[in-house]
């Protein structure tokens, strides 16, 4: 991490949210504000500037803050007292004449801001309105650092592109505007806690890290599970599917803070310039093995926690002839020294039993084990768990003797939980997210090219996708996915560790 990691408190500043009355703002930005507030990271200086098209005052872009975090401490209302609104279109220049002379006024301590020049864009907007924002500020010099270290910067949210063609097309606008140093990209995973703690488990152990490879992991797997469905967002799903919205981006962060190199240090260079060489590294399936090694589905109805739930062609939104995929399992391998020969599984999928994010690395069976068959049948191979959410821990899995005269031999657990370790939950991932940006670290930030690799390497797969291959499996809602997923392991002699 930089150094300024270390400060607990913001540099003076003016948040500027564009998209303010919408439902990221409300559900994860505002909560966020309102926890850091409580803590006391928010420097005297800061302002929330709301910009979006519904026609709202201050005060009414007020009263929805305070009404979006209900149980906020204190600190949040009379936060909250000063920030400002705009209402406009991004297309409308006036727009942005107005946010620069709002701005400009914040800037002053006397007109209630003392916001120092420091401008933090984020765009909690749909992405095809990111390019016009970034134009908007541009054409009015917003998008500038200020002299004596002021700074702008942009945060925006996934997707980035729907495939690297688009990411570069976007990439090329925000860079017309914005210096690289300057964009934030928000992968909310990078956000949680348990993601983080991969890299302490890692490199703050001496135990773990000489196992952690093909000499010792059998395989890996890593499960993004949802038991949600779609909810409100059917038309958006239809055009993105279960690999752009959560493979591209989750799942390959995961697995680059798993199975990346050890960094030299905590320096954001270092640690995305190991992430990139990760998925560098990484063979997606090729096309002529796609139909062995990649499951494609789509959830019918079915039943979650005992009530009944529409099938996902059922969806608002959705064409009830969809081929949209809701789930994904494939196999892929990683090229390098470290990993050669061992399976990663990677399954994501909406409607599952269960909401469970975990990375599995299975240990190699002992090469001999001087019990009678018998005594060890069903003894699993050891295994540690990442337990990213819920319930975040981690758990060890081995063998153990039964209390008895023989050597019966059966799987135990040993079990980490954050919760009972810190007494606490692990914060939200936003307010991590958030502040980091208000401080000027990017380290949990994506970095260009990451985002171009992880495209590039399920391109191919697209493109088999779109072309209807392979063919689409159903699963019912409320289970693991397809019977094809199980089969997937079946080659290798594996399955998976379902939560
Ligand atoms: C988002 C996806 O990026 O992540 C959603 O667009 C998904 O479809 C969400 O539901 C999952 O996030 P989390 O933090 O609940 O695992």
Known sequence: MTAQRSQAKTPPLALVIFGASGDLTARKLLPALASLAGNGSLADGFVLVGIARTKWSDDEFRDHCLEAVPDAKPA?????????????NYDDGATFSQISAVLADLDEPNAGGGTAGNRLFYLATVPALFGEVARGLARHDLNRPGPGGRFARLV???????????AKALDETLHECFDEPQIYRIDHYMGKETVQNVLALRFANSIFEPVWNRRYVGHVHVTVGESLGVEHRGSFYESA???????????????????????????????RDEKVKLLRSIMAPRPDEVGRAVVRAQYTAGTIDGEPVLGYREEDGVDPHSTTETFVAMRLSVDNWRWAGVPVFIRTGKRLAKRSTEVVMVFQRPPHLPFAGKLT?????????????????ITLRFGAKVPGQDYRVRTVAMEFSYKDAFGTDPPEAYERLLLDAMIGDPTLFIRT?????????LEPLQEAFSEGYPHLSLYNAGTWGPLEAARLLEPDGYEWVNP
């Open 241 to 271: 599917g279960a690999l752009r919205d959560i493979v591209q981006n989750h799942v390959m962060q995961v697995l680059a803070l798993t199975l990346m190199e050890p960094s030299a240090t905590m320096d954001p260079t270092s640690i």
């Open 156 to 166: 925006i949210e996934k997707p980035f592109g729907r495939d690297l063609e688009t």
């Open 449 to 457: 090219d990451e985002v171009e690799q992880a495209w590039r390497l």
């Open 377 to 393: 049948r069903g003894l699993q191979p050891n295994a540690l768990i990442l337990r990213i959410q819920p319930d975040e821990g």
């Open 76 to 88: 949040w209302g009379e936060l909250v007292r000063r920030f400002r609104y705009v209402s406009g």
